[in-house]
């Protein structure tokens, strides 16, 4: 079973509540527009809150979706991008896969980066579910091009997918060179991957201080990874093994594991 399953956001957007004060910095700023912010997270694996279904952003995004379809049609490849995100994810209209495969292939086809790079991964990691609505795909090795080409020229969404396709083919160490300059540079997802590389032993030798180190670093940020529930039980792990072992840490971050899973629960219900 591969460790990293998921660790890019492809489709699904897991959020947080932001009435709980240890991540009171999640919260959707109402003043600015809704898209961009929900189109980060998306991209960059945050969690955040209030859902998209959430009354007190539904009809700011029902604006913003309008504005949006109109610049699309006229002809906007970045427009075009957000409309097809919107139909796919339900950001102010009703999901449409099918509308979101169509609009988001015009962005992709008027060579726009972000919908490349989206088209690829829902083609990559969601094929199952979305395969049905892509129509005329390019070839495994385009779409892979794609990413390279973007990576090359600093793209950190880039940089990231192709981190994640070397994790899922079991190219630990070149995943390992990607992450680290990542790592040491603030990105919170390459940190999370070295913690686990250190964490198994995937391509390193086992070292659960280096994994402890860059485990800590990914759950400062704020808004939190959606990958925290997996960083802190691995953590909780690290404190059972012979030289680390401390019963009360393992309580500890088994009741932190518990506090954010209850929270997430609470702002998706």
Request: charged letters at 40%; hydrophobic letters at 40%.
């Given at each position: 079973m591969n460790k990293f399953y998921g660790i890019i956001a492809v489709v699904v957007l897991f959020l947080i509540s932001f009435n709980i004060q240890a991540y009171e910095n999640v919260q959707i700023n109402l003043k600015k527009?809704?898209?961009?912010q929900y189109v980060f997270a998306y991209d960059n694996g945050f969690a955040i809150c209030p859902t998209q279904f959430d009354p007190k952003v539904m009809d700011k995004l029902k604006f913003e979706f309008s504005d949006y379809l109109k610049q699309a049609k006229a002809g906007s490849s970045k427009a075009a991008y957000y409309v097809g995100l919107a139909y796919l994810n339900g950001?102010?209209?009703?999901?449409?896969?099918?509308?979101?495969?169509?609009w988001l292939k015009k962005a992709v086809e008027a060579d726009y980066t972000p919908a490349q790079l989206a088209y690829a991964g829902f083609y990559r990691y969601r094929k199952k579910n979305y395969g049905n609505f892509m129509n005329d795909v390019p070839s495994n090795e385009q779409m892979l091009n794609w990413i390279k080409s973007a990576a090359t020229n600093d793209n950190i969404i880039a940089q990231l997918a192709l981190e994640t396709i070397y994790l899922d083919t079991d190219q630990y160490q070149k995943a390992f060179a990607l992450a680290e300059p990542m790592a040491k540079k603030g990105y919170a997802i390459p940190q999370y991957v070295l913690g686990t590389l250190y964490y198994y032993g995937l391509g390193v030798e086992i070292d659960y201080a280096k994994a402890l180190y860059w485990y800590q670093l990914a759950l400062k940020h704020d808004p939190p990874l959606r990958k925290n529930t997996d960083i802190m039980g691995n953590i909780s792990q690290i404190y059972t093994k012979p030289g680390f072992s401390n019963t009360e840490k393992v309580l500890y971050w088994n009741n932190k594991m518990k506090e954010f899973e209850r929270v997430i629960n609470h702002c998706e219900n």
């Open positions: 527009k809704l898209f961009e950001f102010g209209i009703k999901i449409d896969n099918s509308e979101g495969m169509r």
